[in-house]
């Protein structure tokens, strides 16, 4: 593995000024997710790259190009290989990147229907464009979905590849979303295809967290952790779990390093994510993949420390399960809401720790005991395994290649009819409802800098006013050019430049 590399010594004491968060566990998160494009029913050709480029006439129409930032704060744009992508607006809690995530969702299945108006009037009335909200496309092509995770510039590499990379490798458990390869089901739909752990590479390898140092925000304080390992989810339950659990397990890691102990997570480091990443995705049982761990005697010890032992695997030494992995991650972090709670309760501004942990350890339970069943409704992966295996029941002639249709029918998000029927007879958890959706297709959260950036949007499409934007900057070319600048991703009051550059609209 390439050597990891910062680009900054800066140790948590080493600065005399700071923002007001950085001693603080507030976290900001986003979820970029890109969607794969087919064509169906069509009486002529017609690839994925034109569907995706009639999908954007109408920001082309608007922006003069296929890179935008919306009211909402958000980025919405075509990415390498035809993939419209949509990038969530900051938010400080899970609960509402969630709903940004769904309201991209919104977005993105209006533009394909509109899309697909305008195409059936040159390819045939069958014309039917599919979107997915999936990793893989049928001809075994993979694209992302990356979370984003604002953290202390003083968390190394080294640490988050030894620290997180484990708890992220193994939460898969109950956050992958499943799929029908050509060797059968999966629980992952990434796993096949990353093969190094923390990287900077995106072209010549897949790392499972990208190391390449963009942190939106003020680099000798922050930096901006992109997690490429989660697969992209259907199930609201999934995308706000991994958020959320994340979170903690980050807690944990900034506070050890902040005060120069150790976190306990030292002991899980593996020695091979890859393998294990693999290892994992192909045991439905979820109690016999093999994680190999660089020191097994440290784990046993930590496991012992926090009262993590387990029945799984009993009586081995040189080996662990991922469950026994997740349950030391889940120890660790309850003994520390007992000790340090207070700062971490506060940092999240809508949702409850305690829940979390809760949730969390009630879904470990469930995996430990094999109570697939309770996770049915919340587990994307469980949903589609239990939904395939009772039509092969029904129909024991189910193909294979019928099979992956009703996979790609799950994560089809204009033209699907399987999620949706697991939404309307309350087969799946739904923990944000229609009417937070529809407001988070418009306006951004108001905590976060999203706020300004979305206000200066609204205000200067109104205007007419020529104007271009990023996650950092705002400027105006006409009729004034004035520019303001939003380093500090917490920040949503307006300041003096800002105010200018409004007036100036």
């Not at 979303?177 to 190094?196: K, W």
């Not at 019928?402 to 996979?407: G, T, V, Y």
């Not at 998000?413 to 999620?419: A, D, F, Q």
Request: net charge negative.
């Amino acid at each position: 593995m390439p050597q990891l590399r910062d680009s900054s010594n800066q140790g948590p004491g080493n600065r005399t000024r700071r923002s007001p968060e950085y001693d603080s566990f507030a976290r900001i998160f986003g979820i970029e997710t890109e969607h794969g494009v087919s064509v169906t029913g069509a009486n002529q050709p017609c690839d994925p790259g034109q569907v995706a480029m009639m999908m954007f006439a109408p920001i082309l129409s608007r922006s003069r190009s296929t890179n935008t930032y919306l009211e909402n704060g958000s980025r919405l744009y075509l990415d390498v290989g035809s993939h419209p992508e949509y990038a969530t607006a900051e938010a400080r809690d899970p609960s509402q990147a969630l709903a940004q995530d769904l309201a991209g969702e919104e977005i993105m299945r209006r533009l394909a229907k509109g899309a697909q108006e305008r195409l059936r009037r040159t390819h045939g009335e069958h014309a039917t464009i599919h979107l997915f909200k999936n990793n893989v496309d049928s001809a075994g092509h993979s694209f992302g979905c990356h979370e984003n995770y604002l953290v202390r510039r003083y968390i190394s590499l080294p640490i988050i590849k030894q620290q997180l990379l484990p708890f992220l490798v193994t939460r898969q458990l109950f956050t992958g979303a499943g799929r029908v390869s050509e060797n059968g089901f999966e629980i992952t739909q990434r796993a096949a295809f990353l093969d190094e752990g923390v990287s900077s590479s995106t072209t010549r390898s897949r790392p499972m967290v990208n190391t390449r140092d963009e942190p939106h925000a003020d680099p000798d304080e922050f930096r901006r952790l992109h997690v490429i390992i989660g697969d992209s989810n259907r199930s609201q339950w999934a995308t706000f779990m991994k958020l959320a659990t994340t979170h903690l397990v980050l807690c944990v890691i900034e506070d050890a390093a902040r005060r120069g102990v150790p976190s306990g997570f030292e002991a899980c480091g593996l020695t091979d994510p890859s393998a294990s990443n693999q290892a994992m995705s192909v045991d439905l049982s979820c109690g016999e993949s093999v994680m190999q761990l660089e020191d097994i005697e440290a784990f046993r010890t930590m496991q012992r420390k926090f009262g993590a032992e387990t029945t799984e695997n009993p009586g081995e030494t040189d080996s662990v399960t991922a469950l026994e992995i997740q349950y030391l991650y889940w120890h660790i972090v309850d003994r520390f809401l007992e000790e340090h709670g207070d700062g971490v309760v506060n940092s999240l501004p809508q949702t409850s720790c305690r829940d979390i942990l809760n949730e969390w350890k009630r879904t470990l339970d469930a995996l430990s005991e094999r109570d697939f069943d309770s996770l049915s409704d919340r587990v994307d992966w469980v949903a589609k395994y239990q939904l395939l295996t009772q039509m092969k029941r029904r129909n024991p002639s189910l193909s294979q290649v019928q099979a992956r249709e009703i996979d790609l029918n799950y994560h089809d998000i204009v033209n699907g009819s399987i999620y949706p029927s697991l939404m309307k007879h309350g087969l799946m958890k739904e923990l944000v409802g229609d009417d937070t959706v529809a407001q988070a297709l418009n306006n951004p959260p108001e905590d976060t800098r999203a706020a300004l950036r979305g206000g200066f949007i609204r205000q200067a499409l109104h205007s007419g006013a020529s104007f271009s934007c990023d996650w950092t900057h705002l400027k105006t070319t006409a009729p004034t050019r004035r520019e303001a600048e939003l380093i500090d991703p917490f920040a949503f009051e307006d300041d003096a430049d800002y105010k200018q550059l409004i007036e100036s609209l």
